[in-house]
């Protein structure tokens, strides 16, 4: 982009933005008109005002009778609050309930608030554009579980900050970051330059090194970043949350045969099963080189002298040889990032959205919820062996 278009890009945004910091309300928001404008100039304009991030909810509150009034700003509505009132129209054991949800305040005529609203057992959504009082019926809960859940802590409730336009701007954002193309590339470096602060200088060709094996050792390190398919998306939101600049390490063993070899979990089986896996490294870096499509960029770390000469490299290997073949660690992999109870969460993540998601996925794929949190949260809670295991939910339920 030309200097002067960002120049006038930035313009415009600084008068959006100061425009509706001090403006009353009016018959119209600067915003609404930003998809009328050409699309030269209103899609860097969102851009600028908008990114992927804004795809995820705020949560507000959660309310669970009519004395647990719980109140908020939104971002169209700036004086809302809701209340739970518990009623059993069905006649069944347990009944249902109506969330109240009084708007007021709106900062234009022609914007709306969209909130999701969740249970362990449930995921909803409504959006609301005139000011007053709103209701969303639970005709029944999902039995005494859910019944417990609301009464003693409430239905959440999540705010879509970003509005109806943010909002659609944000899914046009997220989904190229899992296509595996051009643009889903550029779009997953673009994410971590804005929230991140990553830079990424390209390098001159040749881009692919011919490394010697004879010069990688026992206990060297294999540091990966995936930038582009549904692999380079998931890392480009793992590294996001966590901090790091690799979404995936592996580690080099060389045999008492001279014999290197690479050992990595993720690795996929003929089954189709992820797994821990001890590979040579020829048939590993051949993958690498020819048949992974993610555009893999991979930095070798060789050990320090020093820290060379104290690898045990015995217990190494015995260590890689009793995990060859076993499942991928999934147990760990949600835990490797969250290990406090609210300091693990760039903004504007938090405990109660991430609980919220789980929720979601596990209604959404369930099998895949069982791997990455079911798994995990039983091995802490010491459920593994259990003949019928906790879900996500039932964690929820017995925190």
Same mark, same amino acid.
């Given at each position: ?20 910091? #001090? ?71 347990? +009944? ?42 639970? =005709? ?25 336009? +943010? ?49 990688? #050792? ?20 793992? =590294? ?63 050990? #320090? ?19 060859? +073949? ?16 609210? +300091? ?56």
């Amino acid at each position: 982009m030309a200097a002067s278009s960002s120049l006038t890009v930035l313009g415009i945004s600084f008068y959006l933005s100061f425009f509706a910091a #001090h403006a009353l309300q009016l018959p119209f928001h600067p915003h609404d008109f930003l998809p009328l404008l050409p699309r030269q100039v209103s899609w860097p304009i969102l851009n600028y005002l908008n990114s992927a991030v804004d795809l995820l909810p705020t949560f507000v509150g959660a309310t669970s009778s009519p004395n647990g009034t719980v109140e908020w700003k939104g971002a169209c509505f700036y004086k809302n609050k809701a209340w739970m009132e518990f009623h059993n129209k069905t006649g069944n054991e347990f +009944g249902g309930g109506t969330l109240h949800i009084e708007v007021s305040e709106a900062h234009s005529w022609t914007c709306m608030d969209i909130y999701v609203f969740v249970t362990p057992y449930r995921v909803t959504w409504d959006y609301y554009f005139l000011s007053r009082e709103h209701t969303l019926e639970f =005709k029944e809960w999902e039995g005494k579980a859910e019944y417990e859940y609301v009464k003693n802590r409430g239905i959440s409730i999540f705010l879509m900050q970003a509005g109806m336009l +943010g909002t659609l701007q944000a899914l046009w954002d997220v989904f190229p970051l899992f296509t595996n193309t051009g643009w889903g590339e550029n779009s997953n470096i673009a994410f971590l330059e804005k929230r991140m602060g990553a830079t990424f200088e390209q390098r001159p060709q040749p881009w692919v090194t011919n490394i010697s094996a004879d010069d990688i #050792h026992t206990g060297d390190l294999l540091a990966i970043s995936k930038i582009r398919g549904r692999w380079g998306g998931f890392e480009t939101l793992e =590294k996001w949350v966590s901090g790091a600049y690799a979404g995936h390490t592996a580690v080099c063993l060389r045999d008492s045969e001279g014999k290197l070899w690479v050992g990595e979990s993720g690795n996929e089986n003929e089954q189709g099963e992820d797994i821990i896996a001890v590979l040579p490294w020829d048939e590993w870096w051949e993958f690498e080189l020819t048949k992974d499509d993610s555009n893999p960029h991979i930095a070798l770390l060789p050990l #320090h002298p020093d820290v060379r000469a104290k690898f045990n490299e015995t217990a190494a290997w015995e260590y890689a040889l009793s995990m060859n +073949g076993k499942p991928y660690g999934y147990h760990n992999m949600i835990f490797s990032w969250i290990d406090t109870i609210d +300091g693990n969460y760039p903004p504007p993540l938090d405990a109660h959205l991430v609980a919220s998601v789980m929720t979601v996925w596990n209604q959404i794929q369930p099998a895949y919820a069982a791997n990455m949190w079911n798994e995990a949260l039983n091995k802490r809670l010491g459920t593994e062996k259990m003949i019928k295991k906790l879900s996500a939910s039932d964690a929820f339920l017995d925190k």
